[in-house]
DNA sequence: AAAACCAAGTTAATTAAATCACAAAATGAA
DNA sequence: TTCATTTTGTGATTTAATTAACTTGGTTTT
C-alpha cells in the first residue's frame, strides 16, 4: 500500500532539504521538528507530518531526541529524486540561459545538464563545459532518457515546447514571460521574477 | 466589508494575468471562463470565483459573452500592484543579478530596479542604466519607500537580509540556495531552479 | 530502576480550497 | 417579442490541508 504524497507536503520537501543542508554543513546531527519550524516558518505539527512520508522503516524521529539530520537528508533526497543524474536540457542560452548553466554545477544534484540550444548560430560550441547545439538539431542531438527541459527562450515557444513533448519531455521548467499550453500529463513549473514580484506586491500590499 | 483574498487565488492572479496579456496582444476582446481553462489548466468553475474578487463595481462578466480581457488586466494589475512603479533594489551583480538586470524592461511594469549592490568593488559603476553600489554603502543611498528587494547573492546572505530589513524592506525575492530566517511580517518569495527541478522530477515519478 | 520529561506520531476537529449544481442574466435567432 | 442558448455567479457540497489534542515511546535524572 503506497501513501499517495499530498501536493502541498510535496512542496514542502525542498524546503526541508534545503533548511537540512544548511544544518548538516553546520555540523548539526539532530533536530527538532520545533527546529525546523523555526527557520522554515512551516507549523511543527505540520512538519511531523510530512516528514511520516519519508519513515517507510523504523524510527526516523525519535521522541525527545528528533530526526538524523542524515536520514532526513537521505530521505528527501531520495523522494525528490536527488542524485538521480537524469540528463537535462536547456533551450536558450541568452543572459539568463547562461546564468542557469553557471549554476549547472549545483551544490547538490537534481540532474545535470547535458546540452543547450539556441536559435543564434554564433552560439553554437561549448559554453561552461556543455555542448550547445543549434535549435534546428534538436531531434538529431537530443539525449535517451531526457525528461526535463529548461526554457529560457522569448521566441517560437509553443513551437519549442510542441517539439519537445514530441520528444518525450515530461517536464519543463519554464522562465519565458509568455503563455503556452501543453498536452494532458505533461508539468510545467513556472520560475518567473515578474510574478514572484507581483505576488509580492500583493502581500505586503493585502496587509495594510 | 473587504473580501479577502485567499491565498490560493492570490497564487493564480500572475497566471490569468500572463495569459490575458497575450490574448490582448492578439488583439482579443472577450474572453470565457472555458477559454481561460484552455490555456491555463485551471478549471473554469475556480476561475470564474477567482475572478469575483475583482469585481467591485458591476458586469465584470457577461453571461453569454464573457469577460472583457481588457477589464480583467486593469483589474488583475490593480490588485497585483502592477504599474505600482515601486523601487525594487537588486543585490548581487553576478551572473544571475545581471541576467534579472538586464530583465529589468520588463514587458509590463511591476516596479523598477533602482540601484544595485554589489560586494566587488570594480563592479561599481553603472549597468544596463542603473546604479551600482558597494554593499557597505547600502544605508548610506538606500533608495526611499523601497519595500522589496531582490536576493542574487551567495554569501553574507543573512546578515545582509537583517540590514534590509532594518532598513524598511518588506519583501524578499530570494535567488540564493542558502536558508536565512526573516522578521515576523517580512515575505520571501523563493525562486529557484533547482528546487523546480526537484518538484518536477518528483511529480513525475510519482506518476509511475 | 523508577520517575519525570520530552518530543514524535496519530486520531480527531477545524479550516481552507475546489468542485458541483443550479439559478439568473445577457445574447441572438425565430 | 419571445424563446432557446450560452455562460456567468453563487449557494451547497465535497475534498484537501492544517491545526489541535492526545497517546506512546524513548531519554535522562535521581
Redesign the pocket.
Known amino acids: 500500500m503506497e501513501k499517495v504524497i ?4 510535496m512542496s ?1 520537501f525542498p524546503t526541508y532539504l534545503k533548511a537540512l543542508r544548511q544544518m548538516a554543513l553546520e555540523g548539526k546531527q539532530n ?4 527546529e525546523l519550524y523555526e527557520v522554515t516558518g ?5 512538519i ?2 510530512d ?2 512520508y519519508l ?1 517507510k522503516d523504523e ?9 538524523s539530520v542524515k536520514h532526513l537528508i537521505d530521505g528527501l533526497s531520495e523522494v525528490l529524486g536527488v542524485g538521480l543524474e537524469s540528463p537535462i536540457i536547456l533551450i536558450g542560452v541568452g543572459n539568463l540561459g547562461s546564468a542557469i548553466l553557471k549554476y549547472n554545477r549545483w551544490q547538490y544534484t537534481v540532474g545535470k545538464i547535458v546540452g543547450c540550444y539556441d536559435m543564434d548560430r554564433n552560439k553554437e560550441g561549448e559554453l561552461f563545459g556543455v555542448k550547445v547545439h543549434h535549435i534546428d538539431d534538436l531531434e538529431k542531438t537530443f539525449p535517451e532518457d531526457c525528461e526535463i527541459a529548461i526554457l529560457a527562450i522569448s521566441q517560437n515557444i509553443q513551437e519549442t515546447v510542441d517539439r519537445l513533448m514530441d520528444l518525450g519531455v515530461k517536464g519543463i521548467v519554464d522562465f519565458t514571460h509568455s503563455h503556452f499550453t501543453v498536452r494532458e500529463g505533461i508539468e510545467v513549473k513556472p520560475v518567473d521574477v515578474v510574478a514572484a514580484i507581483q505576488e509580492l506586491a500583493l502581500k505586503i500590499h493585502s496587509k495594510r
Request: hydrophobic content about 20%; overall charge positive; glycine content about 10%.
Open positions: 499530498s501536493k502541498a507536503t514542502r533536530v527538532l521538528s520545533s512551516i507549523q511543527d505539527t505540520t511531523r507530518r516528514l511520516t519513515s524510527n526516523f524521529g525519535k521522541p525527545g531526541k528528533g530526526y
